[in-house]
């Protein structure tokens, strides 16, 4: 069997930015503040506003993420969504 190569655009420089972004702004939607969504996934609130203010270069967990988006009753895919203030 061949395998070949294909040819894939990935944002991976940016990924970060772009979860970051949008857990902020769900955050901000659902009218959570940092510290009480770092109380309900159990994670220190100063590493969740350095993850929001840092743009995502602290990093995030995959299951964190899934913690938040428990908590802000939001699908995990919508952290991945880009619009056009973090394509850039």
């Known amino acids: 069997m061949t395998t070949f190569q294909r040819n894939f ?12 972004d949008n857990v902020r702004k ?26 929001e203010s840092q743009r995502g270069r602290e990093g995030l967990t995959l299951k964190k993420l899934y ?9 995990m895919s919508n952290f991945f969504e880009m619009d056009d203030k973090n394509i850039k």
């Open 26 to 51: 769900y955050r901000k939607i659902r009218g959570i503040t940092q510290e009480q969504l770092a109380v309900d996934i159990s994670m220190t609130p100063d590493y969740l506003r350095r993850f």
């Open 67 to 75: 913690k938040i988006s428990v908590v802000l009753d939001v699908p």
């Open 9 to 20: 655009e990935f944002n991976d420089d940016k990924i970060l930015e772009v979860v970051s």
